[in-house]
């Protein structure tokens, strides 16, 4: 009987590895810096990052069900090809479900990141109970994906959900995606800090001078999130605005789909109530009033492990198989 299930899921900064029994617990998780990787050095990482799970837990294939990977771009799950991938170069129509099997002779089964991570918390997060969600993710980019009636919607060419990259101003920055005005643009990682890069210079915070030992370049998102917990005006600036950014693209989410709830997650998530704040006040004011009452916007339950235990999600259900 099959007894285990890796789950493996692809951040721009970390990809995590990880054993699960089929209740979705995690029994073994590893990471690694995801750095420049191009397709194939990255692809044997994780190939031999699987290898020494198998060999340290001391269990044979046999037991495992299949491998599930999230990575963070375009992806059709039913081949199991990426297209693209933003914010990691060197990914480009990439049969990554046929060279995985080939390595390392599993079944493995491909999904966009936050798709994956949606299923997690809809089977053992902040989603369950509900049908109709809304997820997205806040780090290095914004994924984001929708499940209606309990389903993961995936649109005619198998990509929807890319709320990152819904325009939110016709004259805004460029963004990785190659358009132009993006949520993304004002609010993934690295232009969310060189925009307070650039703001510090003409007109430096005591607080985060002092925590980055007066070297800009050394400023985290951590950083400011310790900083507004603090009492620093500065910061708690950066993360309304960001709030208010992620709010007005929400706002149209809300009145287009009607959600019951908004989940949010990744890394940029951790600043709290000075962003949630920030998103519910601006979806209250943005969006209609009867959807905009009835949804609920909350961090996601899961935290890092939400990309794996949904990845192992994924695997159960192309199999069919139920704990």
């Given at each position: 009987?099959k007894?285990y299930?890796?789950?493996?899921?692809?951040?721009?900064t970390?990809t995590?590895?990880?054993?699960?029994?089929?209740?979705g617990?995690i029994l073994h998780?590893?990471?690694?810096l995801t750095?420049?990787?191009?397709?194939?050095r990255?692809?044997?990482a994780?190939?031999?990052?699987?290898?020494?799970i198998i060999?340290?837990?001391?269990?044979r294939?046999?037991d495992i069900?299949?491998?599930g990977?999230?990575?963070p771009?375009?992806?059709?799950?039913?081949k199991?090809?990426v297209f693209?991938?933003?914010n990691?170069?060197?990914?480009?129509?990439?049969?990554?479900?046929?060279?995985?099997e080939?390595?390392i002779?599993?079944?493995?089964?491909v999904?966009?990141d936050?798709k994956?991570?949606?299923?997690?918390?809809?089977?053992?997060g902040?989603?369950?109970?509900y049908?109709?969600?809304?997820c997205?993710?806040?780090?290095?980019?914004?994924?984001g994906?929708v499940?209606?009636d309990?389903?993961l919607?995936r649109?005619s060419?198998?990509?929807?959900?890319?709320?990152?990259?819904?325009p939110?101003?016709?004259?805004?920055?460029s963004c990785d995606c190659?358009?132009?005005?993006c949520l993304?643009?004002?609010?993934g990682?690295?232009?969310f800090l060189n925009?307070?890069?650039?703001?510090?210079?003409?007109?430096?915070?005591?607080?985060v001078?002092?925590?980055?030992?007066g070297?800009?370049s050394l400023?985290?998102p951590e950083i400011?999130?310790?900083a507004?917990?603090?009492?620093d005006?500065f910061?708690?600036?950066?993360?309304?605005e960001?709030?208010?950014?992620?709010?007005?693209a929400?706002?149209?989410?809300v009145n287009?789909?009607n959600?019951?709830?908004?989940i949010?997650g990744?890394?940029?998530?951790?600043?709290g109530?000075v962003?949630?704040g920030?998103?519910?006040?601006?979806?209250?004011?943005?969006?209609m009033?009867?959807?905009?009452?009835?949804v609920?916007i909350?961090?996601a339950?899961?935290g890092?492990?939400?990309?794996?235990i949904?990845?192992?999600?994924i695997v159960?259900?192309n199999?069919?198989?139920?704990p």
């Amino acid at each position: 009987m099959k007894k285990y299930i890796i789950g493996v899921d692809i951040g721009g900064t970390h990809t995590k590895v990880a054993l699960l029994d089929l209740s979705g617990h995690i029994l073994h998780k590893t990471d690694f810096l995801t750095k420049n990787y191009k397709s194939e050095r990255l692809i044997k990482a994780v190939f031999l990052a699987v290898e020494s799970i198998i060999e340290k837990k001391n269990i044979r294939k046999r037991d495992i069900l299949g491998l599930g990977i999230g990575l963070p771009g375009l992806v059709d799950f039913k081949k199991g090809l990426v297209f693209c991938l933003t914010n990691i170069p060197g990914w480009k129509n990439v049969a990554l479900k046929r060279i995985l099997e080939n390595k390392i002779g599993l079944p493995v089964f491909v999904d966009n990141d936050v798709k994956i991570m949606a299923m997690g918390e809809l089977r053992f997060g902040a989603g369950k109970g509900y049908k109709n969600i809304i997820c997205m993710t806040l780090g290095t980019g914004v994924g984001g994906a929708v499940i209606i009636d309990g389903n993961l919607y995936r649109g005619s060419s198998l990509v929807a959900g890319e709320i990152g990259h819904i325009p939110i101003n016709e004259a805004g920055p460029s963004c990785d995606c190659g358009s132009s005005g993006c949520l993304e643009a004002y609010v993934g990682r690295e232009y969310f800090l060189n925009n307070a890069r650039k703001r510090l210079r003409n007109a430096p915070s005591a607080a985060v001078m002092k925590m980055t030992k007066g070297d800009i370049s050394l400023l985290t998102p951590e950083i400011l999130r310790e900083a507004a917990v603090k009492g620093d005006r500065f910061s708690k600036e950066m993360w309304r605005e960001m709030g208010l950014h992620i709010g007005n693209a929400l706002a149209g989410v809300v009145n287009l789909l009607n959600p019951q709830i908004i989940i949010i997650g990744g890394g940029m998530a951790g600043a709290g109530e000075v962003l949630f704040g920030s998103i519910r006040k601006a979806v209250a004011k943005k969006s209609m009033r009867l959807p905009g009452r009835a949804v609920k916007i909350v961090r996601a339950r899961l935290g890092n492990d939400a990309g794996v235990i949904g990845a192992a999600e994924i695997v159960k259900d192309n199999i069919g198989v139920r704990p």
